[in-house]
């Protein structure tokens, strides 16, 4: 029996995840983290990437993970975000043409800042979504 | 009689008529309801862990590199109050800015009007209004919240104000709505276990340095307490309207009653007399 702990997934939408699990990764803004049983106490904001979970039984469930942050308080594992999918959930034709538009977007050149803000957080969002896909495969 | 008659009539008209309106506004404010509990109640869980999450790490906190842990110079204050944009909810809005005054002790206090009737209600009392965007509490998004903490957070970077709470109304079900307070900046005020044990701070590592982490981690939790307490507030407002709404329907229908009542008994009467009359011309 692996060592378990208490992970809590939450967002706007709700609580996505409440449970014991093995480990949790994701990419938080200094690069990847991974956290495992008896992790010490922990605070750091998430970044753009695909958060892995790894339940006691031994599967394993990726998600694209947007924004939030990641604590371990006392065992105790909360990871709060602002976007959250898991992987099996995302439309990937959905994903890809969002990706086209977006660059489509960038390539025209007459953007304003603030414009080309969105087509580049959009394009981001695309390609994590994206990612997270792959990793699954 | 007959005179009386007529003004018993349309006075029963214009009750009936707004019977229909309170009804309307009933039924209304019941579907409006319905999204707005559901949402508030699937908010409610992920909230909890949130603001216990940020409790924890403020308790635990021994690290003042951020403006945000530190407190602050100035010692205005700056409330964020979530009132609702329409009246006809009986004390829903002027529940929450009784309670903001009874909160103030008296000093004064910028305020971010959300709703319009917060906004009517702090411009006419001129008090500073800090953000004056987000009128229409029905139409605001969680990215609207997330620009809201944004100049929350660069208004107290500056220094312009020490502490920022924010009051909104919370629903706990139908019958009962509590009007709340949260204190979001700095850190410090955050509300503390009473635990005797919370003289032992654990240790916390921060990635990759605290004032890094804050810098990012509080802005986005001022957003997420912006969000649920809004989606609160909606909750809170339609129940409200739709309690108050429901007694106004009920007091038109009990004062129709009353009025057919006497309408009737008054017709009566005025027949009876008329019999009365037409039975003596007839023996004289």
């Not at chain 2, 906190?61 to 945000?68: E, I, T, W």
Request: proline letters at 2%; a neutral charge.
């Amino acid at each position: 029996m692996a060592n378990t702990f208490h992970l809590q997934v939450a967002s706007v939408d709700g609580l996505i995840y409440d449970g014991m699990v093995q480990s949790v990764s994701c990419r938080c803004i200094d690069g990847d983290r991974a956290i495992l049983a008896g992790h010490t106490n922990l605070c750091t904001a998430v970044g753009m990437g695909t958060a892995k979970i790894k339940f006691e039984d031994d599967t394993s469930r990726t998600a694209a993970c947007i924004g939030g942050m990641l604590s371990v308080m006392n065992g105790e594992c909360r990871l709060i975000v602002t976007t959250w999918e898991w992987s099996d959930e995302i439309d990937v034709n959905r994903a890809e043409k969002a990706k086209e538009r977006a660059e489509e977007r960038l390539a025209s050149k007459k953007l304003s800042e603030r414009e080309y803000k969105i087509a580049i957080a959009k394009l981001n969002r695309a390609l994590v979504r994206l990612s997270s896909c792959k990793v699954k495969q | 009689m007959a005179s009386n008659m007529k003004a018993v009539k349309l006075r029963m008209k214009s009750i009936e008529s707004t019977r229909q309106i309170t009804k309307a506004m009933e039924l209304v404010a019941t579907s409006k309801l319905r999204k707005a509990k559901d949402k508030a109640e699937a908010i409610t869980p992920g909230f909890t862990v949130i603001r216990h999450t940020l409790r924890d790490i403020a308790e635990g906190n021994l690290d003042f590199s951020s403006v945000y842990t530190r407190a602050s110079a100035s010692d205005k204050s700056c409330f964020i109050v979530i009132a609702g944009d329409r009246g006809m909810a009986g004390g829903y809005n002027n529940n929450l800015f009784r309670y903001v005054d009874e909160k103030a002790e008296g000093r004064e206090f910028a305020v971010v009007p959300i709703g319009k009737k917060s906004y009517e209600f702090y411009k006419k009392r001129g008090n500073e209004i800090l953000i004056d965007s987000y009128k229409e509490a029905d139409e605001i998004s969680i990215a609207d919240c997330f620009s809201a903490a944004k100049s929350i957070c660069e208004a107290y970077k500056t220094g312009r104000f020490g502490h920022f709470q924010l009051y909104y109304t919370e629903f706990q079900n139908m019958l009962s709505l509590v009007t709340r307070r949260i204190p979001l900046l700095p850190l410090e005020d955050f509300d503390k276990k009473k635990d005797p044990k919370s003289d032992i701070r654990n240790i916390i590592e921060y990635g990759p340095d605290a004032e890094t982490v804050f810098e990012t981690i509080v802005p986005e939790y001022i957003a997420y307490v912006l969000y649920s307490g809004l989606c609160e507030s909606l909750a809170s407002e339609y129940a409200a309207r739709r309690t108050a709404m429901d007694s106004a329907t009920k007091n038109a229908e009990e004062m129709l009653e009353n009025l057919g009542l006497y309408y009737n008994r008054a017709r009566q009467a005025g027949i009876t007399q008329e019999i009365t009359e037409i039975v003596a011309g007839a023996n004289a």
